[in-house]
């Protein structure tokens, strides 16, 4: 699997692919992945599209785990 490697926050230089991870390992909203990496929002503008990855990968594993 190839991964991306686009950066969802340039304030604290957080990639889709790091986020991908941390979704798979950390409940909640962006800003607790944002903590589980050690960084916190800056400016904002990232979160929405940080919580639409999140949940896009979460919803992946789900489907994953269903077909197994």
Do not use: T, W
Not at 24 to 43: I, S
């Amino acid at each position: 699997s190839q991964e991306r490697l686009v950066y969802i926050c340039i304030c604290n230089a957080i990639r889709e692919c790091e986020l991908r991870r941390v979704a798979r390992l950390v409940n909640g909203d962006a800003e607790a992945a944002y903590a589980a990496l050690g960084k916190r929002p800056n400016c904002g503008h990232c979160l929405s599209d940080a919580e639409d990855v999140l949940n896009e990968e979460r919803e992946l594993g789900f489907m994953a785990v269903r077909a197994a």
